[in-house]
């Protein structure tokens, strides 16, 4: 069982960048997360083989489509054993029951998680698609409609965490991405936090990338921020 919070974004083109990697990593220290990019590339093979190595894994598909699309599609991920798998709040109620009921039919049961509004979008980019509420109040609204349909949490920014938990319940996952170690380069990421202040405002997990992924040793910089958070 691996205890740490961490989860590695393995965002590269090549196969043998992310070999390179993980056979600095530690599997009992975090998790890795392969996303559409690898998993366009090299199929369901990367996750074998990242499993084979011992390591549990978040395919981030953000799957969003018909409800039995995607029923079948949470299936199939769970068939290949991963960890945690996610869906777009905004396919609404039926989807994401299936995506429960999918999960609930199928021996592995990975963790269900939902993307609420792509952080990305701009204020006006939301209102242009047409919904009705401000940000705050729209990721608030898809986060209780993934908790009502047995979600088990939500991908956020860690300034998000603690708000989500309290219009849902606090064991309600937070899975929070823009993680910066302190008086490091921010990269393309807006809002930062640190690891220690991200839990302290209610992340679960925590996504990370690049900290981790370009440092010169990163197993040390894992063992450090693990080490900060215990
Ligand atoms: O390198 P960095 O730590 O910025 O990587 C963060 C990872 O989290 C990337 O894979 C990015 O796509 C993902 N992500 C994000 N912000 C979101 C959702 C996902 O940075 N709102």
Redesign the pocket.
């Known amino acids: 069982m691996v205890t740490s919070k961490v989860i590695i974004?393995l965002?590269f083109s090549e196969r043998q960048q992310v070999l390179d990697l993980v056979s600095r990593l530690d599997p009992q220290e975090c998790r890795l997360?392969v996303?559409k990019e690898l998993f366009t590339s090299y199929g369901p093979q990367i996750v074998r083989d990242l499993q084979a190595l011992g390591f549990e894994i978040f395919l981030d598909l953000k799957f969003h489509d018909i409800p039995n699309t995607v029923y079948k599609a949470i299936r199939a991920a769970a068939d290949l054993g991963v960890w945690m798998v996610n869906v777009h709040a905004s396919g609404g109620r039926t989807m994401l029951t299936q995506a429960r009921q999918a999960i609930n039919d199928s021996q592995n049961k990975p963790l269900l998680i939902a993307v609420t509004i792509?952080?990305?979008l701009s204020a006006s980019e939301v209102a242009e698609i047409g919904y009705g509420q401000d940000v705050a109040n729209q990721v608030k609204h898809l986060a209780r409609l993934s908790y009502e349909c047995g979600l088990d949490g939500v991908?956020c920014?860690a300034q998000e965490a603690n708000i989500i938990k309290s219009v849902t319940v606090p064991e309600f996952l937070t899975v929070t991405?823009?993680?910066r170690l302190a008086d490091a380069t921010k990269?393309?990421?807006t809002r930062v936090m640190t690891p220690e202040a991200a839990v302290a405002n209610g992340a679960d997990y925590l996504?990370?990338?690049?900290?981790i992924?370009q440092a010169d040793n990163p197993l040390a910089v894992l063992q450090e921020i693990n080490f900060s958070l215990r």
Do not use: F, H, M, Y
């Open positions: 974004a965002d997360k996303g792509l952080t990305s991908v920014s991405p823009g993680i990269d393309d990421q996504v990370i990338g690049r900290p992924t």
